[in-house]
Antibody, heavy 122, light 106 residues
C-alpha cells in the first residue's frame, strides 16, 4: 500500500526557515517523480516543486524559486522541502504527491499525503 | 497558462447529472487531469489525459475535451460525490497549473 507521510510543519516567523519531510513507502521511491503542492487556507491548489526520479532534476514555481529547495534521500525513501525566507503568503497546507507514471514523469499525481500545515506569522 | 473553472459552485440534487467546466487560456492538448477533494482530505486523482479514468473510479465519472475546453461529467450524483473538483494542466512543463475549483453541493 502506498503511503506518504508529511511532517515538519508549524509556526514560523516571516523570514524564517522550515524543512518539510515526506516519508514514502509501498512503492519503488527512486523510480517516481515526487511533487510538493500547497493549499492556502480556504483556497485552491498550487504547484510548488517537483523532483524527478532517479536523475533528481528539480523544478520550482516562480513564487518559490530561489527560496525553496527540494531534495530526496533514496536510502531513506524520503522527500524534503527546505523553505527559507518564508513570507506570510507561504502559509498553507503542504502536500507531497507521487507521480502516476513509472520512470518518466507524467506530472499528475495518483497518491497524496495528508498534508502538513505551515503558518508564517509574527 | 490560466485555468478557469466554472461554475464556482454547482448545486445539484442526488441522482442528478453534473457537468463541470475547465477552460485553458491556451491549448493544453489533452494534458489535463481532474481531482476531487473532500473537506479535510487530500485530493484524489479522478481523470488524466482528459478522459482516462483513474484506477477504481466509478464509471459515473467521465472526462471529455481537448485544446482549451474540458468537461468533467458526473452522472447520477451520489452523496459521496459532493466535494470540490480541480482541473490541472500538465502541458506547459516545467510549470503546472490548477484551476480554482468547482464546489459541488447539495
Amino acid at each position: 500500500e502506498v503511503q506518504l507521510l508529511e511532517s515538519g510543519g508549524g509556526l514560523v516567523q516571516p523570514g524564517g526557515s522550515l524543512r518539510l519531510s515526506c516519508a514514502a513507502s509501498g512503492f519503488t521511491f527512486s523510480k517516481f517523480a515526487m511533487t510538493w503542492v500547497r493549499q492556502a487556507p480556504g483556497k485552491g491548489l498550487e504547484w510548488v516543486s517537483t523532483i524527478t526520479g532517479s536523475s533528481g532534476h528539480t523544478y520550482y514555481a516562480d513564487s518559490v524559486k530561489g527560496r525553496f529547495s527540494v531534495s530526496r534521500d533514496y536510502s531513506r525513501n524520503t522527500l524534503f522541502l527546505q523553505m527559507d525566507s518564508l513570507r506570510a503568503d507561504d502559509t498553507a497546507v503542504y502536500y507531497c504527491a507521487k507521480d502516476l507514471q513509472y520512470s518518466a514523469a507524467a506530472y499528475f499525481f495518483d497518491y497524496w499525503g495528508q498534508g502538513t500545515l505551515v503558518t508564517v506569522s509574527s | 497558462i490560466v485555468m478557469t473553472q466554472s461554475p464556482a459552485t454547482l448545486s445539484v440534487s442526488p441522482g442528478e447529472r453534473a457537468a463541470l467546466s475547465c477552460r485553458a487560456s491556451q491549448s493544453v492538448s489533452t494534458n489535463l487531469a481532474w481531482y476531487q477533494q473532500k473537506p479535510g482530505q487530500s485530493p484524489r486523482l479522478l481523470i488524466y489525459g482528459a478522459s482516462t479514468r483513474a484506477a477504481g473510479l466509478p464509471a459515473r465519472f467521465s472526462g471529455s475535451g481537448s485544446g482549451t475546453e474540458f468537461t468533467l461529467t458526473i452522472t447520477s450524483l451520489q452523496s459521496e460525490d459532493f466535494a470540490v473538483y480541480y482541473c490541472q494542466e500538465y502541458n506547459n512543463w516545467p510549470s503546472l497549473t490548477f484551476g480554482g475549483g468547482t464546489k459541488v453541493e447539495i
